[in-house]
């Protein structure tokens, strides 16, 4: 798979928004995407047209002449607000950038306990304001932070290769989407604590919870139908706990944890047939 961000990564910027669309998160952790551009000036343009046709004395052309002038002026103004809303969503993608570097660098610092509003906003140099419209909540920076962090998986998983995505055995894709969330989770311990703390109250409706739910439940019950699928995977998911992968991510063997689930899911479904 391709590198990922991790705690580690915090004072490196990324530039995953550069297109300039403003990728929300709301209170819930749910992305939305808003901004789209707006077209305008050919309409206004065919209006100036029929108002110089209705003259009815001489200098018909000169009539039409100023009124496709005005038409352009309007087309002109047109284009102008269009650039200025694009020049709106690109300082919203740099600001939203600004806030998600600010909340790793404080992480960093000190955990998911020095995390709040008012310094992500400080730190990012932006209103508490704008933090508070486009994340909603400290749980919801967490939540944006864990879903960026996350995002070529969710992608490989649905639409990827085999054996990550479409393609490939039940029990491979299974292995192979384990080892993908582990990798993450041993990179992001620290994150994955804070998250948990600030969406203790409703982890299961969680969007990222969901998504791995959905499809751990899917693959155990393609490879052992004989299961409860549902029960497996919120057990399995239930030791992906930061706290806990911290403790079983010894610097000595950084993939211990990893290794560890891997096992307990070729034990829950038993030899291959």
């Given at each position: 798979m391709a590198a990922r961000r991790t705690d580690a990564d915090a004072d490196?910027?990324?530039?995953?928004?550069?297109?300039?669309?403003?990728?929300?998160?709301?209170?819930?952790?749910?992305?939305?995407?808003?901004?789209?551009?707006?077209?305008?000036?050919?309409?206004?343009?065919?209006?100036?047209?029929?108002?110089?046709?209705?003259?009815?004395?001489?200098?018909?052309?000169?009539?039409?002449?100023?009124?496709?002038?005005?038409?352009?002026?309007?087309?002109?103004?047109?284009?102008s607000g269009g650039s200025g809303e694009r020049s709106e969503r690109a300082d919203a993608a740099r600001n939203r950038r600004a806030v998600l570097r600010a909340t790793e660098r404080l992480l960093a610092e000190g955990g998911g306990d020095h995390v709040s509003l008012d310094r992500v906003a400080a730190l990012a140099g932006v209103?508490?304001?704008?933090?508070?419209?486009?994340?909603?909540?400290?749980?919801?920076?967490?939540?944006?932070?864990?879903?960026?962090?996350?995002?070529?998986?969710r992608e490989a998983v649905a639409s990827g290769p085999p054996p990550l995505g479409p393609g490939a055995p039940a029990r491979e894709r299974l292995h192979a989407f384990l080892d993908g969330l582990g990798a993450i989770a041993e990179g992001n311990a620290v994150l994955l604590a804070a998250h948990e703390q600030a969406c203790a109250e409703d982890r299961y409706d969680d969007p990222s919870y969901r998504f791995w739910h959905a499809h751990l439940s899917a693959l155990f019950a393609a490879e052992r139908p004989d299961l409860d699928a549902d029960f497996l995977s919120h057990a399995l998911l239930a030791v992906f706990d930061g706290d806990l992968i911290r403790h079983l991510t010894p610097p000595g063997d950084p993939r211990r944890f990893t290794r560890s689930v891997q096992e307990t899911a070729a034990a829950l479904l038993g030899p291959r047939s």
């Open positions: 490196t910027d990324t530039d995953a928004d550069a297109d300039g669309t403003d990728t929300t998160a709301s209170p819930s952790g749910v992305v939305s995407t808003s901004g789209a551009a707006s077209t305008g000036g050919a309409g206004s343009t065919s209006s100036a047209g029929s108002t110089s046709g209705a003259a009815s004395t001489g200098g018909a052309g000169n009539a039409a002449s100023t009124a496709n002038a005005a038409g352009a002026e309007r087309g002109e103004h047109a284009g209103g508490k304001g704008t933090v508070f419209r486009r994340f909603g909540s400290r749980a919801g920076l967490l939540q944006a932070l864990l879903e960026e962090r996350s995002r070529e998986l």
